[in-house]
């Protein structure tokens, strides 16, 4: 079946360190890649996408991602996270017409 | 503002019962596509609609349907509602047809079903 996991329910990151979010990925072909972000009772925001191409994608907010084929990998990073950066992040893979998400991880950013 | 509309924001109904909900897409995009955000089944695509014709199809149940109409505002119908179905649903539009394409989401309807 195909698949988008994200395997950390949480990530915890204090401002101004390194945040990383983890996303595999279980779906055929060469899918197109997403990460989303959802603000508390609002709707999903895009933040990037890769389609091909250099495996570092950059995005809104200073976030960026890397693909890693070998690996299904295309996990959400970003240098300094910032306490406006808390929220829900989904990462999403496309191909044959169907989307598939993962669950998603909460960002919590402590002062 | 992703300039995508939805309404209602809210909406209660018992089980049974049958709902529509609308979006209105950005000035300018022509296809829309709805979600389905739910505790139990996390987020799910449902359908997608370009320039008035289905376009792609996901985990979309028979009791649930869709149109996009010539002004383009789409309008995802549910029915024979179960309390299963209590969810937030999203709508999305994009500018073409292609899933390369940003989606700008919409703020959602969120669905309570007794």
């Known amino acids: 079946a195909q698949s988008v996991a994200q395997p950390e329910d949480q990530v915890n990151v204090a401002e101004g360190n390194p945040l990383t979010v983890k996303c595999t990925y279980s779906?055929?072909?060469?899918?197109?890649l997403f990460w989303y972000v959802q603000y508390p009772n609002r709707g999903l925001q895009f933040l990037l996408k890769y389609i091909t191409g250099d495996n570092l994608v950059k995005g809104s907010y200073g976030f960026e991602a890397e693909f890693n084929k070998s690996q299904t990998s295309f996990h959400l990073k970003k240098p300094s996270a910032l306490v406006s950066d808390s929220a829900l992040y989904f990462c999403?893979?496309?191909?044959?017409?169907?989307?598939?998400f993962g669950s998603g991880t909460k960002l919590n950013v402590k002062p | 503002d992703s300039g995508v509309t939805q309404t209602p924001k809210h909406l209660i109904t018992a089980t049974g019962q049958r709902v529509t909900l609308r979006c209105s897409p950005r000035?300018?995009?022509?296809?829309v596509y709805w979600y389905q955000q739910s505790l139990d089944q996390g987020l799910q695509f449902l359908i997608q609609y370009y320039n008035g014709e289905e376009r792609a199809k996901g985990n979309i149940l028979e009791r649930f349907s869709a149109q996009q109409f010539p002004d383009l505002h789409s309008e995802l119908n549910l029915s024979s509602l179960e309390l299963g179905d209590s969810a937030l649903y999203f709508c999305a539009s994009s500018s073409t047809d292609s899933r390369m394409e940003t989606q700008y989401f919409g703020p959602g309807t969120r669905l309570l079903v007794l």
């Open positions: 999403a893979a496309y191909n044959f017409n169907k989307f598939y």
């Open positions: 000035s300018g995009d022509l296809s």
């Open positions: 779906v055929s072909g060469n899918p197109y």
